[in-house]
């Protein structure tokens, strides 16, 4: 037989770039196809409006210029769940995003492209809480750390430059008492700068004349992680570590790598060798043409997120599995703020505002094993408005005043109060929620085959968080707001967010359920899966990406060596 | 029943061949745009230049949200009549049921709709209604007729939409906006920046104050 690649894998996101640098270190020929547009790229200068050719495999043909023309840094433009540029759809902007329903509210936010989710994400990359992987996981934390040692000096990870947002942060989590944390193995409650995949600012930061440009190597603190990071000289010197621009030009350098944006996996092709299932190939097709085609690999590796895998999976009429697209976790989110006085401010900080749109996204965090994570939060105003004021399911005009609550206001905010509380933007400090939320069976990825679009039937998501999450978040919510009130914070604010955010989606594919401890899958040989839905639970609430990506790298290893002798 | 049921058949033909945005349908968006962001010190801006930038950005958004393949092709179902429509008759339900603050006007009912009538903080208990799925399903137009999934999945980012398309760029685009997403340029400082003291974009800020510590230690 022959071999299109040695590996396919399905999906550049957080995950599937990670595997394809390994793979293509050990001189493993390596297919990466991706569903979304590729930005920054010479060969697809206009990648929202035209096609481009099939795929690239050289580096030389990234490009800061074209990335920077397209990350326009406005957030509707960007982020836009309907015609953004970092949306869940087709490259092209005129055809619709591509449907998930979910029957209970709220909005899936992934992004399509190379570099998957990660083209948005913050870049908080903390370690998983070594409690909530030993004794629970098929592997232990100990298994995991020189993985996480590999990719946070391959991103890499460093700790957040702080700005006046971080500097209150941690004015009121000491003044709360809370000890700053000095591990990045966190077994204890505390405060810490965020461990970062963004390089350091560039030393013309402190030169106050000095004028930035977009080409500096590091973080020039604009707030814009969110909508696009372009920051540096090259693609591969980006100051946010996206994928795209940290392992998608390694995977290239290697010359082992090829990439094919556009191009949508339809199914997993499947033979039965000696008696058990393997996977041979995929089935793809061609987002702007419609074409279809198969390719053939040794090995496949799934890594399209935590919805799409699973989809993948039953599309493929793979062998059922009860807990295929289940157990999903999603870390409930929620957000509080405190708005503060000039005068307070200009006492703690000698300025009289934070400045939320300054600084990275969010640089600061607090860590509590056994209940989930804090962290600061500062965006533009359109998100940063839709964060704290709208993502309830009350409004704080219609709950009963309940003076026991440590917030002066509680859910979705509207009309003239919203209109005065967002004048208050420059001084507000908010703090971002991650609950540690249990894995439920019910919680998941289903499919109707009476909803289909054209790469067949779609997700319909299921996320209920129980009676103990709901204990957990409250906790939470009450340290979030004393360490505002300790900060100074004149009102407080929770956003009570419904569980409509959907952020970090992972553990709907779980290791020791659906794949084993080398997250190859137990019901089909040499098909592996490298994105977060792997993940065992939801590591006790940490940002779930660090995690995947120190899995992806050592799944990558495990698979060359059983199926290539470890080449 | 039957009667029931000729209306259901009628709002599904509705549904599925009503391209055109019905005039109601802006006015809904605009009172909606209204209660959610009204500009700094004027309660009331209906028919304002701002209302129908904001409702144009609901229609859009909601007329290319679902995307479905029907007889092996791709169709995108317009949702914006039929949300507003449920608006309409779940403010009728808030009426009949005596739960409005505010006395509706009537008067502009006829021409604009029952949800636009209302009192801003009675449409919020509009949308609070819907929410928690406390009207009668039976009386909502196809796709959220007997359907608590799509009237939450709707429900459920009407707000945010309502402030994104306020306090993001997007009143910025002028004219511009109607055009395809890559035709739309900034053409005047967005409103919602002004407001909010957001001086738009920028390269980078001289904003450091140090660090936390420089290394971790294991
Ligand atoms: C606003 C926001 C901020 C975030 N910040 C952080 C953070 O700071 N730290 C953190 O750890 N996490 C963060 N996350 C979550 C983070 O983005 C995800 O954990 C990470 O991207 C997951 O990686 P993944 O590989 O599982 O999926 P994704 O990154 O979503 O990648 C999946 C890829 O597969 C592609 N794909 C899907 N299906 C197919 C198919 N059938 N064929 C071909 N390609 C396909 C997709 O287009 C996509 O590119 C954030 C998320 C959001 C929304």
Redesign the interface.
Known sequence: MTYDADAIIIGAGGGGPVAAKALGELGLKTLLLEAGPWYGHKKWPRP??ERGPQGDNNPANLSSELLRKCFT?????MN????GKFRWGHAD???????R???????IWQSSGVGGTTLLYFANSPRAFPGAVDDLWPISYRTLLPYYEKVEATLPVV??????K??LF?FGAQKAGWP?L????VTSPGY??Q?NAIFS?PPQ????Q?????A?TGC?????CI?GCS?GPTVAKTAKRSTFASYVPLALNTGAVEIRPNTFVTRILTATEKGSLVATGVSFRDTWTGHTGELNAKVVIVAAGAIETPRLWHNSHLPYNPWVGKGLTNHWFDCISGIFAEQDLMQILGMPDV?P???QNSA?RFDYPGLGVLQGLGL???????FL???S???D??RRPDPAVPWNFCG?V???K???L??D??RTLSILLFTDDEVNQHNGVSFSSF????HGP?PVVTYRPGHKDKQKRDKLAAIAADILKKAGAKSILRADC?P?LFAHMQSTMRMGYVVDEDCETLQVKRLYIADNSVLNNSLGGPNPTLTTQALATRTAEKLAHKYFGGV | MLGNFFTAVGSLFQFLFQRKVLPQTAAVFEALAESITPLPGNPVSAGSERDKYAAAYYIYTLDHYVSLKVCFKPSTFGLANAAAKMLNMAAKQLIDSGKNEHPADSAFASAHGMFAALHTKDRCRVISLLEHLQVDLAGLPVPFYKNPGTVLAVVSILTMLGSAGHYSEWTGYGATRSGPPAARKLVQFPAGWQQVGYPGPAKGYHGLRGCLRDKFSE
Request: hydrophobic content about 30%.
């Open positions: 929202n409006e840094d406005n957030e509707d433009d836009n769940y309907v015609t902007r005129n055809r619709p995003p591509w449907f329903y979910i029957p209970s509210g709220g909005f700790a957040a430059p702080m700005t006046a971080e500097e941690f700053r000095k591990t990045r193995n810490r700068p461990p600012p930061i402190t030169d106050l000095y004028k930035f440009n977009g500096e020039t603190l604009r707030g814009h909508n920051i400045k749109y300054v600084g600061a533009s105003p359109g998100l940063f408005a839709s004021y709208t993502l399911d009350s409004y005009f219609l979705k509207t009309g003239d919203l209109a005065r967002m004048q933007y420059p909803l289909q679009d054209e779609i419904a409509y």
